[in-house]
């Protein structure tokens, strides 16, 4: 059985919940994905995601609107040619959606990232163990120091988390894992609890063969990066525009895309397509949420990197308010206004930081605040958004219904 899942009642829920708050929280607009009934024995599917096309019995990556975004000032890198096993992406996205990878079974990756924001959140500090329901209803249980990124396309990021700690998705899969203050597991925990369900025993079999005869904690994280590595957005409003299709963006959307990469706003210096982002570290001066976070700092020891994050990618950034790495900017608006103003420079940044040149005041009108939002929003593509199965192997509740947390399994 299939259905679109439709959150009319969250949003009303949502809208209670934000009322009894004393600080005023924008809710983004949700995103529609698709839930499913697994098969009765979760046989893998060999068919490929959205997004991604079979070629030799492997899922490569839909490159058919890149070659001409990169002609439209793209930067130039040679795009990844993955190839993903079908079977092991399935596979990767059952665990990606199961609370039992968590020490207390109450936290699946996809609490954190899910489907309805856009492979995020909605909180501006994303919480950890101990946390009730999901998406910014989410309470109670470890505030965590920053906000959670979206997922789409982190395939193609040179550096992982908001300070870059991991080079590649493997050592980022193990963060949150491993974290007590987050999903609290252990290789220990999470291999002793998969060999003991008949279902992902006779999964990771069908995914890896003889290898998967003994379920261990990196076979684990193989598939849940590879699930990651299948979350491409690449059939926006903008690519088809960048294809041929002159017609898919309007007067306004056009303006906003001259302002963005005009010598005055500079946008496109740091989120340069097909990526929208530039993989590296920038120092705009976004004030911290709560205590000082000193960004790559921590990683680097270089003053000269203080308070600097990872520029992310632009692609979905209408779905995944709130924004910056302390959530502190609840509209598209108040991003472009911050930049406007000076970013950092002019919203009282601590005198430490090493500013990039870059941000400065811009003096952009109204009209052209409104055509940068306005090019945004044509970046929107979530064709490629998993299917959310209405139940896992472990058989403990998914992220669907808040009142599915009231009724969890006891820990084994």
């Not at 998406?135 to 505030?143: S, Y």
């Not at 998969?194 to 006779?202: G, R």
């Not at 705009?284 to 990197?305: A, H, N, Y």
Request: proline share 6%; net charge neutral.
């Amino acid at each position: 059985m299939k259905y679109w899942f439709v959150f009319g009642f969250i949003t009303s829920v949502l809208i209670l919940y934000d009322c009894s708050k004393a600080e005023t929280r924008i809710i983004p607009e949700l995103s529609k994905f698709e839930v499913v009934e697994p098969p009765l024995d979760f046989h893998l599917s060999t068919v490929c995601p959205s997004g991604l096309k079979l070629e030799k019995g492997f899922c490569a990556i839909d490159y058919r609107y890149v070659p001409s975004l990169e002609k439209n000032g793209g930067l130039g890198q040679t795009l990844p040619l993955v190839k993903l096993d079908p079977k092991v992406i399935d596979l990767g996205r059952y665990l990606f959606f199961d609370p039992i990878l968590s020490g207390d079974k109450q936290l699946s990756c996809a609490h954190c990232h899910h489907p309805a924001y856009s492979l995020s959140d909605g909180q501006k500090q994303s919480i950890g163990r101990g946390g009730i329901g999901y998406g910014p209803m989410r309470k109670n249980g470890v505030i965590l120091k920053r906000s959670a990124p979206s997922l789409w396309n982190v395939v193609y990021m040179k550096n992982l988390f908001w300070e870059g700690r991991a080079s590649h998705l493997e050592d980022q899969a193990e963060g949150p894992l491993y974290s007590p203050d987050e999903m609290g597991s252990s290789p220990e925990i999470i291999e002793s609890r998969l060999n003991e369900n008949s279902d992902y025993k006779k999964m990771f079999r069908q995914a890896y063969g003889e290898k998967g005869s003994k379920i261990s904690a990196s076979l684990v994280i193989d598939a849940l990066s590879t699930f990651e590595r299948s979350l491409v957005s690449f059939s926006s409003r903008f690519d088809k525009w960048s294809t041929g299709d002159k017609e898919a963006l309007n007067t306004e959307e056009l303006l906003g895309y001259n302002v963005f990469r005009s010598f005055v706003a500079r946008c496109a210096e740091c989120h340069p397509p097909p990526m929208f982002t530039n993989n590296v570290f920038a120092t705009i001066g976004v004030l911290d949420s709560k205590e000082r976070d000193f960004g790559r700092e921590t990683i680097t020891g270089q003053d000269l990197l203080r308070g600097a994050f990872r520029v992310p990618s632009l692609r979905n950034i209408a779905k995944t308010a709130p924004y910056m790495h302390a959530g502190n900017l609840n509209t598209l608006e108040e991003v472009i206004r911050f930049y406007n103003e000076g970013g950092g420079r002019g919203n009282g940044a601590p005198s430490d930081l090493r500013i990039h040149w870059h941000v400065r005041k811009m003096g952009l009108s109204k009209k052209e605040i409104s055509s940068i939002i306005s090019f945004l929003n044509t970046l929107t593509d979530e064709t490629s958004m998993p299917k959310f199965p209405k139940s896992v192997p472990s058989g403990l509740p998914v992220a669907l219904e808040f009142e599915s947390f009231q009724n969890r399994s006891s820990i084994k």
